[in-house]
C-alpha cells in the first residue's frame, strides 16, 4: 500500500480494460494499490460488459474479492452524455456503485448544448445523492467539452466536480486546430491553450476528487482518429513521457488520490497484467517523489525575506 502522506493510489478499469473487477481488485492489491476504478456500464459495443448490478454473480465475487484484499472501489464509469434521456442507465449505474461503495460515477459532456448539459448533470447530481455518488464531469480532448475550463464551469452550474486526466489535459482542443498550429509552431502541436489549462487546473483544484495519470509524447496526434487510439489503448508509463506530471500532482493538494489511467495493448501483451500493474504502480511512484520534491523547492523558494 501507500506510504508517507498515505495518499491513496489507484488502478483505473481502462489501464486493464479487459481484466474483470474482481481479477483487477487482485491484480491491484499485488501491485500495491489502494483502490480500483471499475467500469459497470461499457463504452463501446465492442467492450466486455460487467454485470455490477445489485444481485449479480460478478457483484458478489467483487464484494468478496474488496473484503479479502481490502482494495476498494472508489469511482465507477463511464457515461457520454449526448443530448438524450440517458436517466434510467444512469441510475443503473448509481445502482450498482452504492453496491460497490463508490463515491463518484464518471461522465464526459458530448451535448454541444451547454445549457442542456448543465440541466442533465443537476439532475444526475440530484439523484446521485439518494446512492451516495457525485457525478464527476471528465474534459475529454475530442468531446464537445475539452477543457478544464468548460468542464469547471458546468460543473459549478450544476453542483458535481471534475475528473483531470493529464492525457486530455494535455491534449484538449487541438483536433480542431492542430493543423494551424503545426503550421505556426513547427509541427510541435503547442498553443496558448496550454497556460491556461494550467491556470484553470490550479483554480478550481476544489472541484478535483480525482487526478488521473499517464503520460505521453509532447506532439499530438494529428487528427481525432488518433486522439481516439491514443486515448483507448495506448498511453505511457507516468514518468516515461513527455508530460509535466509533477507539476500537474504539486498543483492540487497533496491528499488527493491519484489513478492510474494508462491503457497499452501492447505492453501488456509484452508484460502480462499484474507485471503491467507492478509497472505503473512503479511510474506512479516515481512521479510522487517528483512532485514532493517539486513541492519542497517552491516552499524554499517562497521561504526568503520579504
Do not use: K
Given at each position: 500500500?501507500?506510504?508517507?502522506?498515505?495518499?491513496?493510489?489507484?488502478?483505473?478499469?481502462?489501464?486493464?480494460?479487459?481484466?474483470?473487477?474482481?481479477?483487477?481488485?487482485?491484480?491491484?492489491?499485488?501491485?500495491?494499490?489502494?483502490?480500483?476504478?471499475?467500469?459497470?456500464?461499457?463504452?463501446?459495443?465492442?467492450?466486455?460488459?460487467?454485470?455490477?448490478?445489485?444481485?449479480?454473480?460478478?457483484?458478489?465475487?467483487?464484494?468478496?474479492?474488496?473484503?479479502?484484499?481490502?482494495?476498494?472501489?472508489?469511482?465507477?464509469?463511464?457515461?457520454?452524455?449526448?443530448?438524450?434521456?440517458?436517466?434510467d442507465a444512469w441510475l443503473r449505474m448509481m445502482e450498482a456503485g452504492q453496491a460497490l461503495g463508490a463515491e463518484s460515477l464518471t461522465v464526459a459532456g458530448a451535448d454541444p448544448d451547454s445549457s442542456r448539459l448543465v440541466h442533465t448533470?443537476?439532475?444526475?447530481?440530484?439523484?446521485?445523492?439518494?446512492?451516495?455518488?457525485?457525478?464527476?464531469?471528465?474534459?475529454?480532448?475530442?468531446?464537445?467539452?475539452?477543457?478544464?475550463?468548460?468542464?469547471?464551469?458546468?460543473?459549478?452550474?450544476?453542483?458535481?466536480?471534475?475528473?483531470?486526466?493529464?492525457?486530455?489535459?494535455?491534449?484538449?482542443?487541438?483536433?480542431?486546430?492542430?493543423?494551424?498550429?503545426?503550421?505556426?509552431?513547427?509541427?510541435?502541436?503547442?498553443?496558448?491553450?496550454?497556460?491556461?489549462?494550467?491556470?484553470?487546473?490550479?483554480?478550481?483544484?476544489?472541484?478535483?476528487?480525482?487526478?488521473?495519470?499517464?503520460?505521453?509524447?509532447?506532439?499530438?496526434?494529428?487528427?481525432?482518429?488518433?486522439?481516439?487510439?491514443?486515448?483507448?489503448?495506448?498511453?505511457?508509463?507516468?514518468?516515461?513521457?513527455?508530460?509535466?506530471?509533477?507539476?500537474?500532482?504539486?498543483?492540487?493538494?497533496?491528499?488527493?488520490?491519484?489513478?492510474?489511467?494508462?491503457?497499452?495493448?501492447?505492453?501488456?501483451?509484452?508484460?502480462?497484467?499484474?507485471?503491467?500493474?507492478?509497472?505503473?504502480k512503479s511510474g506512479v511512484d516515481a512521479v510522487l517523489a517528483a512532485a514532493g520534491t517539486l513541492r519542497d523547492t517552491e516552499i524554499l523558494q517562497g521561504a526568503g525575506p520579504r
Open positions: 500500500m501507500t506510504h508517507g502522506t498515505r495518499r491513496p493510489l489507484g488502478l483505473a478499469q481502462l489501464s486493464l480494460l479487459n481484466t474483470a473487477p474482481p481479477q483487477l481488485l487482485g491484480i491491484a492489491a499485488a501491485a500495491g494499490f489502494d483502490f480500483i476504478g471499475a467500469r459497470v456500464r461499457p463504452v463501446t459495443a465492442v467492450e466486455r460488459p460487467y454485470d455490477l448490478q445489485p444481485g449479480s454473480p460478478m457483484l458478489r465475487e467483487t464484494l468478496a474479492r474488496m473484503r479479502d484484499s481490502g482494495v476498494s472501489v472508489r469511482d465507477i464509469e463511464f457515461l457520454l452524455l449526448d443530448g438524450t434521456d440517458q436517466r448533470l443537476a439532475r444526475m447530481a440530484e439523484d446521485g445523492r439518494g446512492f451516495g455518488i457525485t457525478p464527476t464531469l471528465e474534459a475529454i480532448s475530442y468531446q464537445p467539452v475539452a477543457s478544464i475550463a468548460q468542464a469547471a464551469d458546468i460543473a459549478r452550474q450544476a453542483g458535481c466536480r471534475i475528473v483531470v486526466d493529464t492525457l486530455h489535459f494535455n491534449r484538449f482542443n487541438d483536433f480542431t486546430s492542430v493543423n494551424s498550429v503545426n503550421s505556426v509552431n513547427g509541427g510541435d502541436g503547442r498553443d496558448s491553450g496550454d497556460a491556461a489549462q494550467w491556470e484553470q487546473l490550479r483554480a478550481n483544484a476544489d472541484l478535483v476528487p480525482l487526478l488521473q495519470l499517464c503520460d505521453g509524447p509532447a506532439r499530438r496526434p494529428a487528427s481525432r482518429d488518433d486522439l481516439v487510439t491514443e486515448s483507448r489503448s495506448e498511453r505511457e508509463v507516468p514518468g516515461e513521457g513527455d508530460f509535466d506530471l509533477a507539476a500537474a500532482v504539486a498543483a492540487l493538494p497533496e491528499s488527493l488520490p491519484l489513478s492510474a489511467e494508462t491503457p497499452s495493448d501492447r505492453r501488456v501483451a509484452q508484460l502480462g497484467e499484474l507485471g503491467w500493474a507492478r509497472r505503473l
